[in-house]
């Protein structure tokens, strides 16, 4: 097992992750009746928020739009972020020029011009990030919106 990462190490590896080319992460809602949703999407990090491009009607959208929050996991088993989300704005991908190039050039995708499809533009509020059981103590980086680190 390695040694256990301080918390400015695991911010700047976070922080590497979520403004790597082509970021995925999973995506985790939940409906009013509390039916829970898992979905994998692609992901930008713009402007110290997470933006995820998917269709307007999907549930993950409808989910957001209702309750506001989901969690999103980035990263795999052993070096995982979650990150709880409040949603800040809702925007068709062709109503913001800039967040539409912005989302573009990292997601290794570009949905401007798909009907129906929006950017949820995510403020996160708690981050925790840890690799193995030994980074478990000091996991939370980020705590009412407000880095720790």
Do not use: C, F
Request: net charge negative.
């Amino acid at each position: 097992m390695p040694e256990p990462r301080d918390r400015v190490t695991r911010k700047a590896d976070l922080m590497t992750a979520l403004t790597a080319p082509a970021a995925d992460a999973w995506v985790a809602t939940a409906s009013r009746d509390g039916g829970p949703h898992l979905v994998p999407l692609s992901l930008a990090w713009v402007d110290d928020s997470a933006v995820i491009a998917l269709d307007a009607a999907s549930i993950t959208a409808r989910n957001l739009g209702t309750s506001g929050i989901a969690r999103l996991a980035v990263g795999p088993t052993r070096d995982l972020a979650l990150i709880d989300v409040v949603l800040e704005r809702s925007v068709a991908v062709d109503e913001d020029a800039t967040l539409g190039e912005a989302y573009a050039d990292q997601a290794d995708w570009d949905p401007r011009g798909l009907a129906g499809y929006v950017y949820l533009v995510l403020r996160p509020t708690r981050i925790q990030a840890w690799r193995e059981s030994n980074e478990l103590a000091g996991r939370v980086l980020m705590r009412d919106g407000a880095w720790v680190v």
